[in-house]
Structure formats: C-alpha cells, structure tokens
C-alpha cells in the first residue's frame, strides 16, 4: 500500500523559508516521478515542482523558479521541497504526489496523494 506523508508546513513571514518533506512507503519504481502540488480555495490545484527518481530530473512552475528546490533522497524515499524568498501568494496547502513513469505536469496523472501541509506566508 503507498502512503505518501507531508510535514514542514506552517506559518512564515513574506522573505522568509521553509522545508517541506514527503516520506514515501511502499512506492519505490526507479522510473517513477514525484511532485508537489498546491492548492487554494476555490482554485485548481497547481503543479509547482517535480522530480524524476532515476536521475533526478526536476521541473518547476515558471511562479517559482529561483525560489524553489525540489530533491530527494533516495535511500530515505523521500521527497523534499525547499521553498525560499516566500511570498504571500505562495499561501497554499501544499500536496506530495507520486506515479509510476516520467513526470508529468497535469495532477490528474498522478496516481498517489499525501494528507497536505499547510503554508502561510504573511505580508
């Protein structure tokens, strides 16, 4: 069973930084991509970075890059996102995703989803 587990989350000044991490259990495909996601009210949910297990290809939203770094450590199946340089509009809670393949931009092609964090970041 694949259970995806978010921490890190919380509340920051705008400038400031934080360290989101996903622990991934009985999900370990060497093809395989991780991403994170965010989501507001009344909004979709918005791809904002993603990593490739073999080889560690990443990609990131164009809202951002420079800002934020996706890695991951494989012997730890986890997945981590440093978020630096906040802004008010990256208030979100933000969500681990996983599947089997390349990555992919589009959240309805990922099969596996953690419970979510929440990020706030106050002008």
């Known amino acids: 069973q694949v259970q995806l587990v978010e921490s890190g989350g919380g509340s920051v000044q705008a400038g400031g930084s934080l360290r989101l991490s996903c622990a991934a259990s009985?999900?370990?495909?060497?093809?395989?991509?991780m991403g994170w996601f965010r989501q507001v009210p009344g909004k979709e949910r918005e791809g904002v970075a993603t990593i490739y297990r073999n080889g560690g290809s990443t990609g990131y939203a164009d809202s951002v890059k420079g800002r934020f770094t996706i890695s991951q450590d494989n012997a730890k199946n986890t997945v981590y996102l440093q978020m630096n340089s906040l802004k008010p509009e990256d208030t979100a809670m933000y969500y681990c995703a996983a599947r089997r393949g390349t990555c992919a931009r589009s959240s309805s092609l990922y099969n596996y989803w953690g419970q979510g964090t929440q990020v706030t970041v106050s002008s």
């Open positions: 009985g999900f370990t495909y060497s093809s395989s991509c």
